[in-house]
């Protein structure tokens, strides 16, 4: 993957994003930032790169930026701390067969970038949903499909996959008790064998990485927001501009 510094157009426009469409900020970060990406089976779109490849590329931009410091520090912690390149699944490995539920085959996928903007978008959609919980049953709803079904894939476009994801959710909410953990044990089984490159977690906000293990075991989760990319000086501009009388 080939990095290009972005330019103070390009910087002003995703500062200048809502704050909290952190994941369609990153889509439109890797867009500018991206110049070229190689290997096999290449998926050039970041949109459509698991939210992971997408953490370890603003990584990467920020590991260029931070000085010549690759291994940056994050909190107390480094980045290395939170990078587990033991463990490359790529998209390929994307749908694997996680037991059965309510009479149904379930399978797993991974949860792209596309899926996650998604999620984020449908914030608030479903009545006494909110939170974490809202990320948590987004990403089932996204990742988990039934045999034989022929769901929509985020390719087909934001509103058709949008209209799909929330009604799925709906529906996993309206499962019974019993049913729905079940479903969950499996979505947490299934998640793990498709780790790779950083253990993802949701909280409140969205998408958190959590620490990799080893001494970084008391690490807090943490977030790479694109903000972090962005100079002071971009986003002071940005901040003075959007400030009432402006």
Known sequence: MQLRELSIGESIKIASMPVHLEEASVTAMLRYAVESVKGKDIIEDPAYWTVQERIMAVCHYLASISDGEPDFTIGKGRYSDYLDGSNDVGLMESDINIGEVGGDIWHIRHLTGAMAESIERLSGEIEGVSGKLHWLLG????????????????????????????????????????????????????????????????????????????????????????????????????????EPGI
Do not use: W
């Open 139 to 242: 990403g089932m709803a996204a990742q988990l499909t039934i045999d034989g079904e022929n769901s929509p894939s985020p390719i087909d476009g934001e509103g058709k996959f949008d209209q799909f994801l929330v009604d799925r959710m709906k529906v996993m909410a309206g499962y019974p008790e019993s049913d729905f953990n079940a479903l969950l044990g499996l979505y947490f089984t299934g998640r793990e064998k498709l780790h790779h490159l950083f253990h993802i977690e949701f909280d409140n906000n969205g998408i958190v990485s959590l620490p990799k293990g080893g001494a970084a075991s008391d690490l807090p989760p943490a977030r790479f927001p694109v903000s972090t990319c962005l100079s002071r000086v971009v986003l002071n501009l940005v901040r003075v501009a959007h």
